[in-house]
């Protein structure tokens, strides 16, 4: 269940995919309970997953920010996710080579997207509405980075923008 004030809730299905067995629980928040929980700034606002890998729940979701992606974890896939940080924006932001740093020629849009493991290669999957240089290059780094804190420890990846 979405409501992007309150955030995104889940709940526990039986077996028949059906019948709800758990009361709907909020396990991310919304811009209207977002203090004081680590996810200021860059709370839920749509287009999420849940994915597990080891023993670790990675959420990945839209902020409202609109050009991140960004992502959460948990080692429970019904409460406790933390703030993590940003996947990749879509904005170009922070990119000097053809333009002032602080003057984005693309701000960017929603960025719905995700992340998957075929084999050994990991792909991000995202919306790029305008090809701007420099995008793709920064999806990269922060791949990159997420790699070097050994969040993905995989030797290959992919963008598919």
Known sequence: MINRELGLF???LGSDMLTIEEEPVRVVPGCEYSEGTGFEGHVFFEASSIRKRGNTYYFIYSSEV???LCYAVSDNPVSGFTYQ??????????IDSYKKADRPVAYGANNHGSMVQIGEDWYIFIIVTQMVPGIADKAVRNFL????RGILNRPKLRLVA
């Open 66 to 68: 609109m050009h991140e």
């Open 10 to 12: 889940v709940t526990v």
């Open 145 to 148: 980075r997420l790699m070097i």
């Open 85 to 94: 940080g940003v996947i990749v924006s879509n904005c170009d932001l922070g």
